[in-house]
């Protein structure tokens, strides 16, 4: 009898594995292998934004400099603004706090991000007297779908949960 007792419990154990398992890969499958139908507009890594949306050859020879030059002066900003962040950081675990300089290194964070607004703003503006009116409400939609950050349920968050 306890033979069977045990056979039973380690057969269950394995059904009760392998369903664990299929379920993590199916979630790492769905959020680390599948692309996304709409990038981040902001993100160079993967394809921009504006290559969804079926540009014509002339839309593409307007919208390609605009958009090189835009991620470029992005990158700039986001590396200054890191710069100025690793500078808080410094002056804020010293052990005596000059609250002055870090009021003014925080200013000038805020002022970075300002402009990195500035420049996300007048990119969009520009994209869109590009566009057609289908492309503008594509565009539009896929902008907000992809502010939205659509991840449901990840298996392993890397940010420590839901947005």
């Not at 993590?24 to 680390?32: A, E, I, K, P």
């Not at 992005?74 to 500078?87: G, P």
């Not at 002022?111 to 565009?139: C, G, M, S, Y």
């Amino acid at each position: 009898m306890k033979t069977k007792t045990l056979f039973f419990v380690l057969i269950l154990s394995l059904f009760f594995n392998i369903a664990v398992l299929s379920t993590v890969g199916y979630h790492y499958y769905r959020n680390f292998c599948l692309t996304s139908a709409t990038p981040c507009p902001l993100n160079q890594e993967s394809h921009y934004l504006y290559q969804s949306l079926g540009l014509s050859n002339e839309q593409l020879a307007k919208m390609e400099p605009l958009s090189k030059l835009f991620h470029a002066r992005l990158a700039a900003l986001k590396s200054k603004a890191a710069v100025k962040r690793d500078i808080l950081i410094r002056l804020l675990e010293k052990e005596e706090l000059d609250r002055r300089l870090i009021e003014k290194t925080r200013k000038e964070i805020a002022a970075i991000q300002d402009e990195i607004q500035r420049e996300v703003v007048v990119h969009i503006t520009q994209t869109r007297e590009i566009l057609n009116p289908e492309q503008k409400k594509r565009f539009f939609e896929m902008l907000q779908n992809s502010m939205a950050d659509t991840k449901l349920n990840p298996a392993f968050p890397i940010d420590g949960g839901h947005k």
